[in-house]
């Protein structure tokens, strides 16, 4: 158990629909990751916060937005949903947020788009 | 783009033999590579990593080899053990960019 939680674990919805993924990090970490992870495809880096700010931006499309929360948990929200974006979605923490520091991965939550 | 390749999708390895992975990698800033290993229905957890500074690191039954002139990494695994089967995924970073993954190779032990 990496001591990082997200919810849900599973989500299934249609085309056009909004979703919202949650994440908490490990205690005492101030910086969380989100990835998505595609069918064949390795983790492509989102969006990265630290302690409420946003620190590093990937490759996330415009209907995607996230946010982190004062009580340092974070949401990632998808909008006009495609079918494309099913895939598994991790959020990970880190202590610093810096390079060097070790990422620690949630379960994922396995988005499927009908 | 995919900066950090990992060529072969699958390997399988009878137990108690070696079990090696490859990574290469195409962007020479990279100055700092990661292994994680990836159970199904578990995010992925650190396994090893290694500074560019340096050509080798172990932690018991793992050891990471750096070739930065081939820009090639690889993950011993000695010996083998059934619990070793999972996703394994290289990753390099430089600076404080972010971390670049690999596409996975799934490694199956044969009892």
């Known amino acids: 158990d990496s001591g990082v939680t997200q919810t849900p674990k599973h989500l299934i919805t249609a085309t056009g629909q909004r979703v919202t993924l949650r994440c908490s990090p490990r205690?005492?970490?101030?910086?969380v990751y989100w990835y998505q992870q595609s069918l064949d495809q390795g983790l492509q880096f989102l969006i990265q916060?630290?302690?409420?700010?946003?620190?590093a931006k990937g490759n996330i499309l415009e209907r995607f937005s996230a946010q982190q929360f004062p009580d340092l948990h974070s949401e990632l929200n998808l909008s006009s949903l495609e079918l494309g974006d099913s895939a598994l979605y991790f959020c990970?923490?880190?202590?610093?947020?810096?390079?060097?520091?070790?990422?620690?991965f949630g379960p994922g939550t396995r988005l499927t788009v009908l | 783009d995919q900066q950090v390749k990992q060529n072969s999708p699958s390997l399988s390895v009878q137990e108690g033999r070696i079990s090696i992975l490859n990574c290469d990698y195409t962007n020479s800033m990279f100055d700092y590579f990661l292994w994680y290993k990836k159970y199904p229905a578990e995010g992925p957890t650190f396994l090893i990593s290694i500074s560019s500074i340096k050509d080798k690191n172990e932690d018991g039954r793992f050891t990471v080899f750096l070739n930065k002139s081939a820009k090639h990494l690889s993950l011993h695994i000695v010996p083998s053990q059934p619990g070793d089967s999972a996703v394994y995924f290289c990753?390099?970073?430089?600076?404080?960019?972010?971390?670049?993954f690999g596409t996975g190779t799934r490694l199956t032990i044969i009892p």
């Open positions: 916060y630290y302690n409420g700010e946003e620190r």
């Open positions: 205690s005492g970490d101030l910086s």
């Open positions: 990970a923490s880190s202590t610093t947020g810096t390079g060097s520091d070790t990422q620690y």
């Open positions: 990753a390099a970073y430089f600076g404080n960019e972010k971390l670049t």
